[in-house]
């Protein structure tokens, strides 16, 4: 009987300790550093670290972190922690630093991983702060620690425009991503892009978007795909996700988001409408250049539309070619044997069934007489309206 209760004993021992997360290098437990473990509302605990405590944190090798094991908090209940640096901020799904509340919810089995490597720069005065409806409560075995794991922090995780600084609606648009594993232990990644938050505004062309790997430390990946905008908007670029376990825990890093300042397909050519004069005498020739600019650096193909050039005997429609960042001007001459004004509005229109039109400029140009400006005219009947209402106050009533 006495061995039956032993073995049961020791059993539950196993299983208890089956379900207790460690990760291997230096660590120190909230109990040793006599750190409080309830967080009643918000609030925030110093950790209480000593200089010498400091010093073998920072001497080392390994990845500074928190191993938080919860006993006790709600699914909204949150961590962040605050430092001599300030709020150390942490990337989330839209790829920039802007998240640094780690929710209970996020929880593995009751433990929370923060990572605290920014940190290191600093003095490591550290504070644990939280936030609840209730209350918080951790268990004695939470701890701080330089752990050997592998790492993806900061800049060793990159998404980037290749050789392109913008997007381009409906235009193939190459990306590159870079993941180095800057840690102390090797990493079964799965590296992939995401697009599950962006659907509407880009769509995955070809090239390859995923990829599964070996990552030791110091060694790098990278993959390039190319996406399609699908609109003029400026909108958020999704984030590259890596995912990697160790010990059972799986850890998910985001490389930075990008910004699309994407144009549309005519706002990339340049349009300028110079005329040699607005007025023109009977049967003197004028010029009107168009010139056009090319500021991509795709071949560009659409149609110009020059409003009343076949007044003189010219074609209105011209299909214009232009190669990456060229300009081309055109040259047109015109005069006229009457008295006559035209108005040139000039125009590109672009994609199928050429439904895309942007209007450029529009200048008018008038033979034989000048245009004439009302402006001065209209200022003359008011001065003479006021004088002639003074003189009727003044010496006729």
Not at 56 to 77: M, N, Q, R, Y
Not at 208 to 221: C, H, K, Q
Not at 349 to 364: P, V
Request: a negative charge; proline letters at 3%.
């Amino acid at each position: 009987m006495n061995k039956l209760f032993a073995f049961s004993i020791s059993l539950i021992f196993l299983i208890s300790f089956s379900f207790a997360l460690t990760f291997p290098g230096k660590t120190i437990n909230f109990e040793d550093l006599n750190t409080p473990l309830t967080y009643v509302k918000d609030g925030c605990i110093e950790l209480g670290l000593s200089s010498l405590d400091k010093d073998t944190l920072k001497s080392t090798p390994g990845v500074l972190g928190l191993l938080l094991h919860i006993k006790e908090g709600d699914a909204d209940d949150f961590f962040y922690v605050q430092s001599d640096l300030g709020v150390l901020y942490s990337r989330n799904i839209f790829g920039f630093n802007v998240n640094h509340r780690h929710f209970v919810s996020e929880a593995q089995n009751n433990y929370l991983f923060i990572n605290l490597e920014p940190a290191k720069t600093g003095n490591l005065d550290l504070f644990l702060c939280a936030g609840s409806k209730n209350k918080i409560v951790l268990l004695e075995d939470s701890q701080i620690g330089s752990y050997r794991l592998p790492y993806f922090g900061e800049n060793n995780f990159t998404k980037n425009f290749k050789d392109l600084d913008n997007y381009k609606i409906n235009e193939k648009t190459p990306v590159e991503v870079v993941l180095k594993n800057s840690g102390y232990a090797n990493a079964e990644i799965f590296l992939f892009y995401d697009n599950e938050l962006f659907t509407n505004w880009f769509k995955l062309k070809d090239g390859t978007p995923s990829m599964s790997r070996l990552l030791a430390p110091d060694d790098f990946v990278s993959l390039e795909y190319n996406v399609v905008p699908l609109t003029g908007k400026s909108f958020s670029v999704s984030p590259a996700v890596v995912r990697y376990s160790v010990n059972g825990y799986i850890f998910t890093n985001y490389s930075n988001g990008l910004i699309s300042n994407a144009r549309a397909y005519l706002d990339e050519i340049f349009v300028n409408l110079d005329i040699s004069s607005t007025h023109l005498d009977l049967n003197q020739e004028g010029t009107i250049k168009v010139i056009l600019q090319n500021d991509s650096d795709k071949q560009k193909n659409a149609v110009l539309l020059v409003s009343n050039l076949d007044k003189f005997g010219l074609d209105n429609r011209y299909e214009i070619d232009l190669k990456p960042m060229e300009t081309k001007t055109l040259t047109y001459k015109i005069s006229s044997p009457k008295e006559q004004i035209f108005t040139f509005n000039v125009s590109l229109i672009a994609g199928n069934d050429e439904k895309t039109e942007k209007l450029y400029d529009s200048q008018t140009i008038s033979f034989g007489k000048e245009l004439t400006n009302y402006n001065y005219i209209y200022v003359i009947v008011a001065i003479v309206l006021v004088l002639g209402v003074a003189v009727y106050y003044r010496y006729l009533l």
